[in-house]
């Protein structure tokens, strides 16, 4: 696999999901990948064709919601000159430059009810029909798909062509989500945190402050491995400090107290950084005190870590005085991890 192609977890979710595609790589069917943004279905779709008979043919990728609907038709199936307006000449579909190989239909819920009908009969009977033209064309070409969506229901409501699903779903691989997948957040952030610090050319690995773990296992990650691998490169990248464990992590890139802020009709809206956070679960507190102290830890922690633990910076960003963030930070034994330099 290539470099952007590994697998790296070790939850059993996860690796069950590799499994399957595994299995189901030597037959040659259909396969629906379903799962969340950024749970790594071309990966999986990609696994399927290299570990298939099929490995040294065409791997044709096509993503159902980047084109038009009145272009999907003569992308998946070829036009012939003339056929419309700006086919000046002719030109094979997907279906063709995959022959003998693969083709990997992403967003899959996004084709038109036209182009479903089609693509059902290239799937039932191997002819696909370019537009402008009455010959059919036999391929061969085994199909995997991908999508976000439940097409089951889609189908039940008459979004999605039902015989079209039974066709495509032979075997169904469902990737569970980063937030499920236990103790794969750790090890996929350090990966790759040590993959950037060889990018910027490290000479070792500082890996991360343990407040940054804790916040990093907290997230629930909506844009999953995706969004994981830009938070863990952008900490390091930010951070240069190749010296000491990376203390501060950004997930959202675009909060500032400067950002513009949209308005709908007359109202304007606020912005999030001033928008009520949610509230903590205060029927799980039993300890008052113990709950007090562990949010002023987070608080200093993060502000140190934002500030690179520079104490002054930090204790004007906190409205406190020098001598009192020093007092937070013996009194929660936060002194060790930034080291007494950062005083200055």
């Known amino acids: 696999m290539e470099r952007e192609s590994q697998f790296i977890g070790q939850s059993g979710a996860f690796l069950d999901a590799v499994e399957r595609a595994s299995h189901a790589a030597t037959m040659n069917r259909p396969v629906l990948v379903v799962g969340e943004r950024g749970t790594g279905k071309e990966l999986i779709a990609e696994r399927l064709h290299r570990l298939s008979s099929r490995w040294d043919e065409p791997l044709v990728t096509m993503n159902c919601a980047a084109l038009p609907e009145t272009l999907i038709e003569a992308e998946l199936f070829g036009h012939e000159a003339g056929a419309f307006t700006g086919a000046t000449r002719s030109r094979a579909g ?23 009908e089609r693509l059902l009969r290239a ?14 064309q036999r391929v061969d070409v085994r199909i995997v798909a991908a999508t976000n969506e439940d097409l089951p229901q889609l189908a039940d409501e008459g979004r999605f062509r039902a015989d079209l699903l039974d066709r495509l779903s032979f ?11 236990e103790g794969d957040v750790a090890v996929l952030a350090e990966f790759f945190g040590r993959r950037m610090a060889s ?9 991360f402050a343990e407040h940054v773990r804790e916040q990093l296992q907290r997230h629930l990650w909506p ?30 890139p675009f909060e500032s107290p400067w950002k513009p802020t949209a308005q709908v009709t007359a109202q304007k809206v606020q912005p999030a950084s001033q928008q009520p956070a949610t509230a903590p679960d205060y029927d799980q507190i039993a300890d008052l005190r113990a709950a ?5 830890r987070a608080i200093v922690e993060h502000a140190l870590g934002k500030h690179r633990w520079n104490q002054r910076q930090t204790a ?24 007494e330099e950062a005083a200055a």
């Open 123 to 136: 799937v039932e009977y191997g002819e696909v029909t370019r537009i402008g033209s009455n010959r059919p």
């Open 171 to 181: 075997e169904v691989i469902t990737l569970p989500p980063l937030r499920v997948r």
């Open 94 to 116: 997907r279906f063709e430059e995959a022959d003998r190989g693969t083709l990997f239909l992403d967003e899959l819920a996004t084709l038109s009810m036209q182009a479903q």
């Open 316 to 339: 004007k960003a906190l409205g406190l005085s020098y001598d009192q963030l020093r007092h937070c930070i013996r009194k929660h034994g936060l002194a060790e991890r930034g080291g």
């Open 199 to 207: 990018e910027l050319r490290w000479e070792g690995w500082p890996g």
């Open 223 to 252: 844009g999953n491995v995706r969004e994981l691998r830009n938070v863990i490169e952008r900490a390091v990248y930010r951070w240069g400090d190749a010296d000491n464990p990376i203390g501060h992590v950004v997930f959202d």
């Open 292 to 296: 007090v102290e562990s949010h002023e």
